[in-house]
């Protein structure tokens, strides 16, 4: 035997190649799966032009053995095998792919691709073994040849005994260091779940001996443990399955077994995309909200298949934020991967994939919204702040995929609307879709901002969660009708009894002498143009509403406190306002203390805080004496 040196910069670009390029060394049992399956497809594509060869898929299979005493991992496969010119051509020099010269050479399309096209992942099995073998034998010949390396320092190549076409890898797995584990892949528990996790739909038969516990023989309670031989890997995905073939029950239990969601999915999206970019999907709309989905823990993305080879348990790129709710995988064979196959190359073809599944998930949110509309209020309820922070988080970017998914509860229907359902009602002299904030619905019924706007028989939608008007913002529009909040300075509306600026001005001296004493409290005191029954009620100018103002100040991270610019607003017909000109006549002290009082009430409707609560209490006792 001859000590040959590996071609290339070899045993710096080998020690680049076990040190640096996989993030888990589980992943080596992947790529010897993987180059076990392009050596069975050799066979097929051979059996295409070759009639000698007769191809049977049944004959052909990979199978793993452990031996845990001697450390030792095998991987076996039935395919193509190597020449003593191929092992060193192929094995001899990293980074040349073997499989992807194949390929080029026999360009056969038929729903079979080659999987191993960089040449590396052959070396990750130095990541957890001081010794690789490797021993096959070529179809069509007589020898088999044993390749042998412990790493960088070289090979040797020398013949062996092999009875039948095909090759074994065999690994001599490193012993335990204070920092790694080496045993966890002697474990028979161990690998057989990292064959299902990244294996699992290659299309050949991935065997392995089993412990299996049976009822001993003639005895009633007493058990004995064997090896049984057994197929780990599923082999046919789901996805590639006809959808007519396929029930809902099968897709509840590809859900469940993927570990996607305790619940049942509430709509699945099967797709088999053809054109620019092809790609097989499952997606999954869960029924119920992910326990830790607003928490940093928390991933989105798909499950990402290269040929049925899993490549990325998360791949965040094929889903928008604001669909981060969407479980499922996503299967091509025309991706651009990385030389260690973990990591995507941003690309085309993941773009492309990308829009398709945005909208693929847009129309199947509008086919429940449409056909199932009590479903898909119960998945707004769950959702629906995500879809609305998608609006807000791209600055309007997403509207014409959102907009139409977004819903709001309606003072006139008293339940849920969409936006085009509640301009399709519009009547003509109304130029604005109004829009209440609060707490809760039943805060907002009894907002004095509301009471012109109802009595013009306008729908109201009423915004509970903290993100709706900052989202409605970024909209800024729907269908050529801005938005405009009922606490708005200019509402768009005449009232019929018309308190103008003339009115304000009769009343100058005292609305002044209200927002001197109230500082800078408030932007203005003014007559009111909106309020009906209610004496008193605060508005807003400007871009930044009293809503937006308690959201932002209730941020813990937000150390300087937001203000609106608040106007006060007296109603003019309310008896109050008779006393408030009284005292302004009679009695400036209680004129300040019935402006303090106002001023707090409104606070309080808006379901501001007060600012000294203490005081408050003090001046309604004054009152009462």
């Given at each position: 035997m001859e000590?040959?040196?590996?071609?290339?910069?070899?045993?710096?670009?080998?020690?680049?190649?076990?040190?640096?390029?996989?993030?888990?060394?589980?992943?080596?049992?992947?790529?010897?799966?993987?180059?076990?399956?392009?050596?069975?497809?050799?066979?097929?594509?051979?059996?295409?032009?070759?009639?000698?060869?007769?191809?049977?898929?049944?004959?052909?299979?990979?199978?793993?053995?452990?031996?845990?005493?001697?450390r030792i991992l095998k991987v076996s496969d039935t395919g193509i095998g190597m020449t003593k010119?191929?092992?060193?051509?192929?094995?001899?020099?990293?980074?040349?792919?073997?499989?992807?010269?194949?390929?080029?050479?026999?360009?056969?399309?038929?729903?079979?691709?080659?999987?191993?096209?960089?040449?590396?992942?052959?070396?990750?099995?130095?990541?957890?073994?001081?010794?690789?073998?490797?021993?096959?034998?070529?179809?069509?010949?007589?020898?088999?040849?044993?390749?042998e390396s412990?790493?960088?320092?070289?090979?040797?190549?020398?013949?062996?005994?092999?009875?039948?076409?095909?090759?074994?890898?065999?690994?001599?797995?490193?012993?335990?260091?204070?920092?790694?584990?080496?045993?966890?892949?002697?474990?028979?528990?161990?690998?057989?779940?990292?064959?299902?996790?990244?294996?699992?739909?290659?299309?050949?038969?991935?065997?392995?001996?089993v412990t299996v516990r049976k009822l001993k023989e003639g005895s009633k309670g007493e058990f004995e443990e064997h090896k049984e031989e057994q197929v780990i890997n599923s082999m046919v995905p789901i996805w590639r399955r006809n959808k007519n073939e396929l029930t809902k029950e099968d897709y509840e239990k590809f859900y469940s077994e993927k570990h996607y969601g305790f619940?049942?999915?509430?709509?699945?999206?099967?797709?088999n995309a053809e054109g620019a970019v092809n790609y097989r999907a499952i997606l999954f709309i869960p029924e119920k909200m992910p326990f830790d989905f607003y928490t940093k823990e928390y991933e989105k993305g798909l499950e990402l298949y290269s040929n049925?080879?899993?490549?990325?348990?998360?791949?965040?790129?094929?889903?928008?934020?604001?669909?981060?709710?969407?479980?499922?995988?996503?299967?091509?064979?025309?991706?651009?991967?990385?030389?260690s196959r973990e990591m995507l190359q941003h690309d085309r073809q993941l773009k492309?994939?990308?829009?398709?599944?945005?909208?693929?998930?847009?129309?199947?949110?509008?086919?429940?919204?449409?056909?199932?509309?009590?479903?898909?209020?119960?998945?707004?309820?769950?959702?629906?702040?995500?879809?609305?922070?998608g609006l807000y988080s791209e600055f309007g970017s997403n509207k014409d995929v959102l907009q139409d998914l977004i819903i709001f509860y309606s003072s006139k229907e008293k339940k849920m609307v969409t936006l085009d359902e509640y301009v399709s009602r519009m009547p003509e002299d109304q130029k604005y879709i109004y829009y209440a904030s609060g707490d809760s619905i039943e805060r907002i019924e009894k907002l004095p901002q509301t009471e012109l706007v109802a009595d013009k028989g306008y729908e109201i939608l009423y915004f509970t969660d903290d993100v709706d008007e900052f989202a409605i913002r970024m909209l800024m529009s729907y269908k050529d009708k801005e938005f405009k909040?009922?606490?708005?300075?200019?509402?768009?509306?005449?009232?019929?009894?018309?308190?103008?600026?003339?009115?304000?001005?009769?009343?100058?001296?005292?609305?002044?002498?209200?927002?001197?004493?109230?500082?800078?409290?408030?932007?203005?005191?003014?007559?009111?143009?909106?309020?009906?029954?209610?004496?008193?009620?605060?508005?807003?100018?400007?871009?930044?509403?009293?809503e937006m103002e308690k959201v932002l100040n209730a941020m813990p991270y937000n150390q300087q406190k937001i203000k609106a610019d608040k106007i006060l607003e007296i109603n003019v017909n309310h008896d109050v306002f008779k006393a408030l000109k009284d005292a302004y006549e009679k009695d400036k002290d209680k004129l300040k203390l019935y402006t303090d009082l106002l001023y707090n009430q409104a606070l309080l409707i808006e379901g501001l805080p007060i600012d000294d609560p203490v005081e408050f209490t003090n001046n309604i006792c004054k009152m009462m004496v």
């Amino acid at each position: 035997m001859e000590l040959k040196q590996f071609q290339a910069e070899s045993k710096r670009l080998l020690d680049l190649m076990i040190n640096s390029i996989y993030t888990h060394k589980e992943i080596f049992l992947r790529e010897l799966i993987s180059n076990a399956s392009d050596a069975i497809d050799k066979i097929y594509y051979r059996a295409l032009t070759d009639d000698s060869i007769k191809f049977d898929k049944n004959n052909y299979y990979i199978k793993v053995t452990v031996d845990r005493e001697k450390r030792i991992l095998k991987v076996s496969d039935t395919g193509i095998g190597m020449t003593k010119e191929e092992l060193e051509n192929n094995l001899g020099v990293i980074a040349q792919s073997g499989s992807l010269a194949f390929k080029k050479e026999n360009e056969i399309k038929d729903g079979y691709d080659i999987i191993g096209q960089f040449g590396v992942g052959f070396y990750s099995a130095f990541m957890v073994a001081d010794v690789v073998t490797v021993i096959s034998k070529a179809l069509g010949s007589a020898e088999a040849y044993k390749w042998e390396s412990q790493g960088a320092e070289g090979y040797t190549i020398e013949k062996a005994e092999r009875d039948t076409v095909g090759t074994d890898v065999i690994l001599k797995i490193k012993k335990n260091t204070e920092d790694e584990d080496y045993d966890q892949f002697l474990d028979e528990y161990r690998i057989r779940s990292i064959i299902r996790k990244y294996s699992d739909f290659i299309r050949y038969p991935i065997k392995m001996d089993v412990t299996v516990r049976k009822l001993k023989e003639g005895s009633k309670g007493e058990f004995e443990e064997h090896k049984e031989e057994q197929v780990i890997n599923s082999m046919v995905p789901i996805w590639r399955r006809n959808k007519n073939e396929l029930t809902k029950e099968d897709y509840e239990k590809f859900y469940s077994e993927k570990h996607y969601g305790f619940d049942k999915p509430l709509r699945y999206i099967h797709i088999n995309a053809e054109g620019a970019v092809n790609y097989r999907a499952i997606l999954f709309i869960p029924e119920k909200m992910p326990f830790d989905f607003y928490t940093k823990e928390y991933e989105k993305g798909l499950e990402l298949y290269s040929n049925g080879v899993l490549i990325m348990k998360k791949c965040p790129d094929l889903l928008p934020d604001y669909f981060s709710f969407v479980k499922g995988m996503v299967d091509s064979d025309d991706l651009s991967l990385n030389i260690s196959r973990e990591m995507l190359q941003h690309d085309r073809q993941l773009k492309l994939m990308a829009k398709n599944i945005k909208t693929k998930i847009k129309n199947e949110l509008l086919d429940l919204l449409k056909n199932e509309r009590e479903k898909y209020e119960e998945f707004f309820k769950i959702f629906g702040r995500q879809l609305k922070y998608g609006l807000y988080s791209e600055f309007g970017s997403n509207k014409d995929v959102l907009q139409d998914l977004i819903i709001f509860y309606s003072s006139k229907e008293k339940k849920m609307v969409t936006l085009d359902e509640y301009v399709s009602r519009m009547p003509e002299d109304q130029k604005y879709i109004y829009y209440a904030s609060g707490d809760s619905i039943e805060r907002i019924e009894k907002l004095p901002q509301t009471e012109l706007v109802a009595d013009k028989g306008y729908e109201i939608l009423y915004f509970t969660d903290d993100v709706d008007e900052f989202a409605i913002r970024m909209l800024m529009s729907y269908k050529d009708k801005e938005f405009k909040s009922v606490s708005a300075d200019d509402l768009g509306i005449e009232p019929e009894e018309k308190t103008d600026s003339a009115e304000n001005s009769e009343h100058k001296e005292l609305f002044e002498y209200m927002k001197n004493h109230l500082g800078d409290k408030v932007k203005a005191v003014k007559a009111s143009k909106r309020l009906k029954n209610h004496p008193v009620c605060l508005s807003s100018e400007g871009e930044l509403t009293i809503e937006m103002e308690k959201v932002l100040n209730a941020m813990p991270y937000n150390q300087q406190k937001i203000k609106a610019d608040k106007i006060l607003e007296i109603n003019v017909n309310h008896d109050v306002f008779k006393a408030l000109k009284d005292a302004y006549e009679k009695d400036k002290d209680k004129l300040k203390l019935y402006t303090d009082l106002l001023y707090n009430q409104a606070l309080l409707i808006e379901g501001l805080p007060i600012d000294d609560p203490v005081e408050f209490t003090n001046n309604i006792c004054k009152m009462m004496v």
